[in-house]
Structure formats: C-alpha cells, structure tokens
C-alpha cells in the first residue's frame, strides 16, 4: 500500500511541476463570409513545444499561396458590420495583443502576441504544415479565435497595415 501511495504522490508532483506540458487543443477551422461561419476547412492543432508553441496544420479548400494567420482577441468568428457593411470575421476582433504594443512584427517580433508564422497553402489548395511561434504556449490560446486571411503577411505595417493580409477568409475559436 505504502508503494502505491508513493506513486501516487510522484504522478501528482509530476502533473504540477513546471516541466509539465500543457495538454494541446485541436481546433476547427471554417470558411467565413460576410453572412457568417460556413464549413469546415480543416484542423490546427496547437502543442507546447521546447521553442515555443508547435502549430500543426490539416487544412483544405484555401486558395494557393501564402496566408496571414494569426491568433485574434475575441473568441467569435461571426461577421460584423465595418465601414457600413458586415465583413467576415470581424467579431473576432483585432491581433491578440495583451501587451498594447500596437505593433505587427510578426512571431519573432516584440508587437503583437498573436502574430504566427505565414501559412502556405500548395497548388491543391492543401496546407498541411508544422509552424512554431516562439513567444506562445497553448494556455495563451484560450477563448480566442485563429483567423487566416486571404493574402500573405510581410510580418511588418509597412507599406500596409497588420502585414498586408486583407480579408479573413476562415476561422476557428479555441475553446
């Protein structure tokens, strides 16, 4: 019995110690359009990793090329209303950035919290990738929403803000 307690008590030292990894979060990604959330595009799976927070991408149904994607403030991907008419996404607010640098400088850079690496859609229209984002761990993902846009991200506000991504074209919001 004495053994087995013992066990017991270095499982639950274990669990709680700060070597303890996070458990990861799968989240589901939706197309989105000025009426609202459509259908499924796929999965990202978000785990901590010893370089910060592993991103692991199942997606279909994008256009080919490069996307801004990025981890939002809000945690609702429907649309709302923007200069006058209801534009995709838009519920899910602006970059995470609990910090208020008011920066895009991209997942290595000090502005936003929320900025991840470009995703990469190939000529299929296919984005499976394996992305990190140095300054993230999945508890900092919690009720908020990733978006993906529709062009890429030079990871700068220059020539265009927030890197020149566009329209939000999917989103999903980690529960």
Do not use: W, Y
């Not at 009426?35 to 994008?62: M, N, S």
């Not at 640098?101 to 991840?116: A, N, V």
């Amino acid at each position: 019995m004495m053994r087995k307690t013992s066990l017991l008590t270095i499982a639950a030292m274990v669990a709680m110690s700060p070597f303890a990894l996070a458990a990861g979060v799968t989240v589901t990604m939706n197309q989105v359009d000025e009426k609202g959330v459509g259908k499924a595009l796929g999965t990202i799976e978000f785990d901590d990793g010893k370089e910060g927070l592993v991103i692991k991408t199942k997606l279909t149904g994008l256009q080919p090329g490069e996307h801004g994607l990025h981890v939002h403030e809000g945690s609702d991907c429907g649309p709302k209303e923007k200069d006058g008419k209801m534009t995709a996404g838009m519920a899910a607010g602006g970059h995470l950035d609990p910090a208020k640098t008011g920066k895009h400088e991209g997942p290595k850079g000090q502005g936003h919290l929320g900025d991840l690496p470009p995703l990469v859609v190939d000529k299929n229209g296919v984005a499976e990738e394996k992305l990190t984002a140095p300054r993230l761990k999945v508890a900092d993902l919690a009720g908020h929403a990733v978006v993906i846009h529709e062009g890429g991200d030079n990871l700068s506000d220059q020539p265009k803000p927030l890197g020149g991504g566009g329209g939000r074209i999917a989103c999903g919001v980690v529960k």
